[in-house]
């Protein structure tokens, strides 16, 4: 079991805004910057955000990410059917003393 | 730059499981890079395994290692500068070790920024 609490589950419909949790804990989120990563089936997780709101270069600014205290949010909008995939969260966590991904949330856009 | 992975795909029960990333575009050492092994059990989640700063990065000149508590018993990573890869060894096998193993590299230890296709390894008699 992680230590990070994703929903297993999002969907959607296109144009519309999805919202992705990621609740953690004091030693984890509420201490070290969280990233985000989608991952399509088969292949690799890519970075999709680090340092809680930052997107790399060629990311489209529809993803953004925000933190508060211990959970931090990804959110899509103008949600499009090539959004879906798997997300995770990943954060240092100081009281395992190594990385912790989140459970990981399929997004479907109906 | 690019990280591929390789290694042995078929593992028996309570043999050795290696794999080896190699890592081409840039040097594994130098700078404030480090390299992570990790797996992803099919149809589940992403689990950190562990990671090697290799000799003559800023931080750690003599080169560091670092890995996931539970399985800190029976893995050990290393990084080979004059092949420029990542190896990881994975000590007494069982099922629950089957997996796609990934290997990929933080910039400041703060973010997984490249990652390898991976590599699927099956433990299985």
């Known amino acids: 079991q992680s230590v990070l609490t994703q929903p297993p589950s999002a969907s959607g419909t296109p144009g519309q805004r999805v919202t992705i949790s990621c609740s953690g804990s004091?030693?984890?989120?509420?201490?070290?910057?969280v990233n985000w990563y989608h991952q399509l089936p088969g292949t690799a997780p890519k970075l999709l955000i680090y340092s809680d709101n930052q997107r790399p270069s060629g990311v489209p600014d529809r993803f953004s990410g925000s933190k508060s205290g211990t959970s931090a949010s990804l959110a899509i909008s103008g949600l499009q059917s090539d959004d879906e995939g798997d997300y995770y969260c990943a954060v240092w966590d100081d009281g395992l003393d190594g990385w912790e991904f989140g459970g990981g949330t399929k997004l479907t856009v109906l | 730059l690019q990280l591929q992975e390789s290694g042995s795909g078929l593992v028996k029960p309570s043999q050795t499981l290696s794999l080896t990333c190699a890592v081409s575009?840039?040097?594994?050492?130098?700078?404030?890079?480090?390299w992570h092994w990790i797996r992803q059990p099919p149809g589940k989640g992403l689990e950190w395994i562990a990671y090697?700063?290799?000799?003559?990065?800023?931080?750690?000149?003599?080169?560091?290692?670092y890995y996931k508590s539970s399985l800190k018993s029976r893995v050990t990573i290393s990084a080979d500068r004059s092949k420029n890869q990542i190896s990881l060894t994975l000590s007494s096998v069982t099922a629950a070790d089957t997996a796609v193993y990934y290997c990929?590299?933080?910039?400041?230890?703060?973010?997984?920024?490249?990652w390898g296709q991976g590599t699927l390894v099956t433990v299985s008699s």
């Open positions: 990929a590299r933080t910039e400041g230890g703060m973010v997984f920024d490249y």
């Open positions: 090697v700063y290799p000799s003559g990065t800023t931080y750690y000149p003599s080169g560091k290692t």
């Open positions: 575009g840039g040097s594994i050492s130098g700078g404030d890079y480090s």
């Open positions: 004091s030693s984890n989120i509420g201490s070290n910057t």
